[in-house]
């Protein structure tokens, strides 16, 4: 059981990389927590293949404070809240060629932690990619 909980969480489907390598997606969701969003939380966000995290190098991270900054101010936050965030991936030529094929119907899994590694919430699911 965690803090952190979610009555609505949609994610861009399929999410669209481009030749460079960039991409975004859009988050938007309707949440609950009993423990409090403080300044430098963290949104990890990695796949997941065949149960088991990849090398380390594919484990992204995002400021979830700034995420929900639009919505619902700045953190703390404790209670209910609003995402409402795109999340843009900038260009990487560190991922190996064709990892985004490769990852296409994989299961990404996505944490956030506050600075003091009290993680509030862990969800997954599957996504789509497709190149542009």
Wanted: net charge negative; glycine share 8%; aromatic share 10%.
């Amino acid at each position: 059981t965690y803090p952190m909980t979610f009555t609505s969480l949609l994610v861009t489907n399929p999410i669209v990389v481009n030749q460079n390598g960039s991409f975004s997606f859009v988050v938007i969701g309707i949440g609950e927590t009993t423990v409090p969003i403080v300044q430098g939380a963290v949104l990890h966000y990695y796949p997941l293949i065949d149960g088991i995290l990849p090398l380390t190098g594919y484990r992204d991270k995002v400021d979830f404070c700034q995420m929900l900054n639009n919505s619902n101010g700045p953190c703390p936050i404790s209670g209910s809240f609003n995402v409402n965030a795109t999340i843009t991936h900038p260009p990487n030529s560190t991922y190996l060629p064709g990892i985004y094929s490769f990852l296409n119907g994989a299961i990404i899994r996505a944490e956030v932690n506050n600075p003091d590694n009290t993680n509030l919430t862990c969800v997954q699911g599957q996504i789509n990619i497709i190149s542009s």
